[in-house]
Each structure stands twice: as C-alpha cells, then as structure tokens.
C-alpha cells in the first residue's frame, strides 16, 4: 500500500523531470520558439599584446538578451536584441553596440531552420559605420532528444563595415535539466581587414530548475580565443541567468 501511494509522487517528479529536459533543450537552440530573458555577467580576463599603460588587463561587461517569439504571416519568428553595458575594466564603460534579429522560422521532419534580418548599430562612435544591416540564417538538426547539432550565422554590412559571425550549435541533454552545450560560441571574421577576430573553444553547462513556480536557468560558459592578435580578448568567462516562459 505504501508503494501505491507513492506512485503520484514518482510521476509528478518524473514529469517535472521531463519538463526540465524539455525546457533545456529549447533553451539550447537558438531557433526554438520560447520567450527567454536572458541576464548575463561576463568576464574577459586577459589580452593578447603587451599591457596598455594606463588600462586594466581585464574587463566586466553585463549584457541583457531578450528573446521573444511571435507569428507573422502565418510563420513562427523569433525576434531577439543583445544589449551590452560595460562596467568596468579596459576600455570606456558605458552602452556598447547594440544587435537586433528577427528569424523566421520553418519546421521540418527533420529540425528547423531559419532566416531573416539582422542589424547592428553603433552607440560608442568607434566603430567605421553607426549602422549596419544584413541576414541572419541558421538551421539545428534534432539527432534525437538529447542531441542537437546545427549552425547560425549573422552577417550585417554597410560603407565600411562587413562583419560575419558564425556560430555552431552543439547541445547534449545530461538528464533533469542539466545540459552541455557549446553556449554563445561567435567565430567573428571582419572581411574589410580580411582576418578572425575571434576563433572560441569553450563549452557551457547549464541547468534548468525552478525558483517557485518560475522555471530559469543559470549557466557558465568558459572561451579561449584561439586567434592571437594584439589587443583581441584572450578568454572570457559568461554567467548567464535566463527565466524562461515555456507554453507547455
């Protein structure tokens, strides 16, 4: 009798469990139609290049990406801005580039893929053009429901500017709500000055839980920027909070 009655417990805790996964798999592919609010701390703790007299050796950056998913002309979009603060360390503080997209999605047997415009504009007044425009395009292949594998890539062009940043999406569910992932990995190449700005390694582990009845997220992402050139950032480590707004 005992064991009858915890069979509720153990099927509420198993759907719950079933909810996490689910969940973090949605959050760990950038064509997923769920609303997110993303909070991130990131940290880049070194340089390439010999110090700058005068300027710290590292930088913090909070950054606030909101991604809201909606239906146009019959289509599932998915509309997201990257919102940069600077707060301390080398460099100016303040309000840095800004980028927005909207993806419009299509479903298939086989995963989603994904197409629509994406912008960037200027709010330091260093960059060759205050504004800049071009297409964002990407795909995610669901091997199965722990792996996801895929590509994403935004590239925005203007007078001066011709920017292309890719990034790969590899995602595996580990189970309750844990999940590993290459995270916000951007393989950055400016084509004006034909060479990388940034080629990442890194890998981000995440969890989804609930803090009440307000499903979130926390993870790390650790990078190493394997391209060495003066001045780039050398490695970096993201913590991101998302709460997360599912429709199931």
Known sequence: ?????????????????????????????????????????????????????????????????????????????IFRATIPYQTGGRGDEGLKPLSLFDLMVFNEDWGRWGLGPVMSMDTTGDLPDGFSIGPAAGFVWQVNKKLNLGLFTQNVFWSDTALTNIQPV????????????????????????????????????????????????FAINPQYNLKNDRGLGEWSVAFTFTTLFPTF
Not at 30 to 40: H, R, V
Not at 44 to 60: I, L, M
Not at 65 to 75: A, D, S, T, Y
């Open 170 to 217: 590899i995602a595996y569910q580990l189970g309750n709500g844990w999940s590993l992932s290459a995270g916000d990995l951007q393989f950055s190449y400016d084509w004006e000055n034909s060479r990388w700005l940034s080629v990442p390694v890194g890998i981000q582990l995440g969890k989804v839980t609930k803090l009440g009845d307000q499903p979130v997220r």
């Open 1 to 77: 009798m005992k064991a009858l009655a915890l069979l509720p417990l153990l099927a509420t805790a198993l759907h719950a469990a079933e909810d996490a996964d689910e969940l973090s798999r949605q959050a760990t592919d950038p064509t997923a139609s769920l609303m997110a609010l993303n909070f991130q701390s990131i940290y880049t703790g070194g340089y390439y290049g010999a110090d700058v007299p005068g300027e710290a050796d590292d930088q913090w950056t909070f950054q606030f990406r909101p991604v809201i998913p909606f239906e146009f002309l019959g289509r599932p979009n």
